[in-house]
């Protein structure tokens, strides 16, 4: 069976995303702050997160959304950054693809979305993302390699994300298995 081809499919194997992969969204206390680790394979990916905002809105689990993205879309530079799994051999695409740019236009993309979600019960219920806002991933990620991909493969990815949160909010934590063959992502809680 021949393997899909993934923007990173002729890298080696250390600068590809994983094909499976699990991450863990734990909680924990500070004095009043509630902050979320996550990690994958025993190791902490990131700092901390809080919700970085006066509302407690738990955007702290907010990293599940570029995990969907690379489940999905098989692009996240994000993940990549986060996974240690930059494509460093080719220093364009290290810089154009999986650079600073790349990541801000990401965080972006995720934060937009929030918001746009926030006002619509976080997805729940909902079948689709109005299309001016998709037009506007897609112009948003038109200089990426990302671009190849649909509106409606953005609209998977964004409804995976969100059904992923909604369990970790439900949850206050869990353990998320991803697959990028399969374009999936399962919730188990901790």
Known sequence: ????????SCFPEYEQLPRSFIIDFD???RGCKI?????????????????????????RFHDVFHYSFAAVLG?????????????????DIDDFE??????????????MIFNYAKKRNLLAGDNCIDSKSLEFIKDFTSPFEVSVCTEQDWEKAIFLGYSLFR????????????????KTGTFSSN
């Open 1 to 8: 069976m021949k393997e899909t081809m993934f923007f990173d």
């Open 27 to 29: 909680t924990i206390y």
């Open 35 to 59: 902050l979320t680790k996550i990690t994958y394979g025993n190791q902490q990916v990131g700092d901390f997160i809080d919700d970085n905002s006066r509302e407690k809105d738990n955007y």
């Open 75 to 91: 692009w996240s530079p994000c993940s990549r950054s986060m996974m240690k799994r930059k494509r460093k051999s080719n220093p």
């Open 98 to 111: 999986d650079g600073a740019r790349a990541i801000i236009t990401e965080e972006a993309i995720s934060l």
């Open 167 to 182: 369990s970790l909010v439900e949850n206050n934590g869990g353990r998320i298995s991803f697959d990028m063959i399969n």
